[in-house]
């Protein structure tokens, strides 16, 4: 059974920097495509970042340049480096799964991140 659980968001201060983690079990990872999205209060879900089962990454506008995403197929975890806050990062963030071949996907709980004074 796959199972996705994303860690380390919380409230920070605009400028700063939070890490996120998404620790994945019972997936190989060369089979699975990886990515970040987020939804804010209001608004629709959103790509955020993706990387491949081969490692290739795409960044939406908005965080490119500031977030960095990355995957450690040893230990099975997908990690998001989000520099230079702002408050509009504000959302809850849930880590996806995609199958290279077939149409399957799965989805982490969230992690909610704030950004403000």
């Known amino acids: 059974q796959v199972q996705l659980v994303e860690s380390g968001g919380g409230l920070v201060q605009p400028g700063g920097s939070l890490r996120l983690s998404c620790a994945a079990s019972g997936l190989i990872p060369s089979m699975w495509h990886m990515g970040w999205y987020r939804q804010a209060p209001g608004k629709q879900l959103e790509m955020v970042a993706t990387?491949?089962?081969?490692?290739?990454?795409n960044y939406a506008d908005s965080v490119k340049g500031r977030f960095t995403i990355s995957r450690n197929n040893a230990n099975n975890t997908m990690y998001l480096q989000m520099n230079t806050l702002r408050p509009e990062d504000t959302a809850v963030y849930y880590c996806?799964?995609?199958?290279?071949?077939?149409?399957?996907?799965?989805w982490g709980q969230g992690t909610q991140v704030a950004v403000s004074s």
């Open positions: 996806k799964a995609r199958h290279t071949t077939w149409t399957i996907e799965y």
């Open positions: 990387i491949t089962s081969g490692g290739s990454t």
